[in-house]
T-cell receptor
Framework: GAVVSQHPSRVICKSGTSVKIECRSL??????MFWYRQFPKKSLMLMAT?????????EQGVEKDKFLINHASLTLSTLTVTSAHPEDSSFYIC????????????FGPGTRLTVL | AQRVTQPEKLLSVFKGAPVELKCNYS??????LFWYVQYSRQRLQLLLR??SRESIKGFTADLNKGETSFHLKKPFAQEEDSAMYYC????????????????FGQGTILTVHP
């Protein structure tokens, strides 16, 4: 149980375009979803926390107008990278939890974004 | 603000040797500590958490509040233990926007040689 999927797994886009990444909890209702960015062989950097039905809370230094997060239902959150630039190329990972998971987060497999 | 430090970026041991992955944290309140593992080409997954006091895959970790450490140990490493290990912290009993928010260490790549 507690499976999280992400789509797409890999995306290549041109500079200036927008890209949407979906994160779904497949077998549970996620009250909270988190979005991370992972650099090669480095730590995960939390970008934002999203609670179903409310606005996402962004971490310091993360541009909310660039990284749009929507958590419209208990099983789906989306991250849209707007006007993408090559420096946005990264591995984006989502995770999900619910109050009954006692702070355990369940991670998606990640999405590799390459901006040309 | 909380911080998690994993001083070793890389750790290599031979199969059957003991292994210890270090984790230190700073947090003024009462923390909840986790170890997450990421095997090659797999997603991040929970290995263990301090409140459960379980031994998972032979790994144990004890929360030492005096030394603010949560080191991960295994007496006899196996080749399949090779992976990236992350120590993480969340404030326990936090409410509002802090609920469940994890702060990760930089990660340690463990390589177990045959």
């Amino acid at each position: 149980g507690a499976v999280v999927s992400q789509h797409p797994s890999r995306v290549i886009c041109k500079s200036g375009t927008s890209v949407k990444i979906e994160c779904r909890s497949l077998d549970f209702q996620a009250t909270t979803m988190f979005w991370y960015r992972q650099f090669p062989k480095k730590s995960l950097m939390l970008m934002a926390t999203s609670n179903e039905g409310s606005k996402a809370t962004y971490e310091q230094g993360v541009e909310k107008d660039k990284f749009l997060i929507n958590h419209a239902s208990l099983t789906l959150s989306t991250l849209t990278v707007t006007s993408a630039h090559p420096e946005d190329s990264s591995f984006y990972i989502c995770s999900a939890s619910w109050r009954g998971s006692y702070n355990e987060q369940f991670f998606g497999p990640g999405t590799r974004l390459t901006v040309l | 603000a909380q911080r998690v430090t994993q001083p070793e970026k890389l750790l290599s041991v031979f199969k059957g040797a003991p292994v210890e992955l270090k984790c230190n944290y700073s947090y003024s309140g009462s923390p909840e500590l986790f170890w997450y593992v990421q095997y090659s080409r797999q997603r991040l997954q929970l290995l263990l958490r301090h409140i459960s006091r379980e031994s998972i895959k032979g790994f144990t970790a004890d929360l030492n509040k005096g030394e603010t450490s949560f080191h991960l140990k295994k007496p006899f490493a196996q080749e399949e233990d090779s992976a990236m290990y992350y120590c993480a912290l969340t404030p326990s009993n936090a409410g509002g926007t802090s609920y469940g928010k994890l702060t990760f260490g930089q990660g340690t790549i463990l390589t177990v040689h045959p």
